[in-house]
């Protein structure tokens, strides 16, 4: 891969541009090729979770072919979705 970085940071950047939104991205192993990825946007809403898994791996499609991306994990949410998630979660 020719562009600079990690590759998490090339996720999220990926993502960012991709989905209007909040990103986060967590490497799960230390090797740069698993990850976790949090996304929350409107976009989302209204879309079956099946949906929003289509929306977050469109972009890294070509990185998830050629391994570059080996696993992905993907929680996306809509704001109200997350909002309501992080409160029920709050000690």
Known sequence: MSEAGSVRERVRERLERAI??????????GTDDHFEVRVVSAAFE??????????????????????TVHALSVRAY??????????ENEP
């Open 20 to 29: 209007d939104g909040r990103v986060e991205v967590r490497d799960l192993t």
């Open 78 to 87: 809509s704001p109200a979705q997350h909002d309501s998630f992080t409160q």
């Open 46 to 67: 209204g879309k079956s979770l099946i949906e929003r898994h289509k929306m977050v791996y469109a972009p890294l499609l070509d990185w998830i072919e050629d391994d």
